[in-house]
């Protein structure tokens, strides 16, 4: 027969663990939002915030977002604070769509210091050992485009997105061909074991776009960036219809939804979510929802380190990853060998933060 004082005791044990994770759930509130604006290392760029979260505890997350108001940075104090760490997905959801990104990044920084695990752990990682690494090149010209796919590839960069030189009208024809064809071969012949893609910057009607993919494709480039804008999904199968180069989209793409229509459509091959919009858990959703159309991933960001840092954390995370391009801004302490991003083992982000880079230019 069981008496009674030993029923008692596994209840007893439940409620003096439950009340543990209660405990430990209240040391790791959250006790204060800081966010920082940083200038965009590109000339066109609008620059990017830094988030920066505090717990009851003494554990910082950091996190990158798009430029955010003085508002939006006092909306995310009082919507934040006093709230668990733990909570990332329900929480990202809470704040202002500019700071979603930020907000999920520094809250997986966190949980990941908080249980000495990186990110991708967290999320049930890693299904990889390295991530891919791609420069988009930077230069007026021709020379100083493969100056600068020089310069990164004695940094360990084995793959670059070239900028196509644009038509001085719509529909222009064979010379606008021959000219980024011309281009997209002596880049090759430069760096002859590197990869390569283009980057159409979405500025090509669908003719155009097909036209040149078509023109390239016995280069086997790795990928047609953008090729042209998402107004007609109906104009881009003509772009998808007339090459076999992949094509991909991503850039100013704020709803899944329109991810979910080229997938249905096949109307992409690349699928390239902004992680300052999505945050580490958003683009680990965007990815399972394109591994289903067998859609592989590359996430892009115009932003720095910290960002960069959480893609390499989403990478790791996801089976369909395919490449993250290098910032403009660097990568800090991030490594880069062979064409491929070391996956960091720190815990979080896996990061070291210089905060005195841009703690004088704090918003709110």
Known sequence: ???????????????????????????????????????????????????????QSGVTGYGECGPISAADARALGSLLEGKSAFAYEPLSEMVPRTARGGVNMALLDIVGKIT??????????????????????????????????????ALGVRAFLVPIELPPARNQGSLFIKTNLDRFNAFRAAIPKADFALAGASQLTPSDAASLASAVEKGRPLWFDQPCAITNLDALRKVCDETVVPVAFGRGISNPGTFQDLLREGLIDLVRPDILVYGISGVCRLAAMAETYYVAVAPLHDAGPIATAAAIQAAASMPNFFAL??????????????????????PGLGISVDRSKFERSRIA
Not at 28 to 50: D, F
Not at 131 to 151: N, W
Not at 331 to 345: H, Q, Y
């Open 116 to 153: 000495n695990a990186p990110a991708y752990r967290v999320l049930g990682g890693p299904t990889r050992t390295k991530a891919r690494a791609v420069a988009r090149l930077q230069g007026s010209t021709d020379a100083e485009m493969i100056s600068d796919a020089t310069k990164h590839a």
């Open 325 to 346: 391009e290098v910032p403009e801004g660097g990568i800090g302490t991030l490594k880069i060998k062979d064409g491929f991003f070391e996956l960091p083992k720190d």
């Open 1 to 55: 027969m069981i008496h009674a004082t030993q029923r008692r005791k596994p209840l007893t044990a439940f409620a003096a663990m439950q009340s543990k994770q209660i405990a430990t759930v209240g040391k790791h509130s959250i006790a204060k939002v800081s966010a920082y604006a940083v200038p965009s290392p590109s000339v066109k760029g609008e620059g990017y915030s830094v988030l920066q979260i505090d717990t």
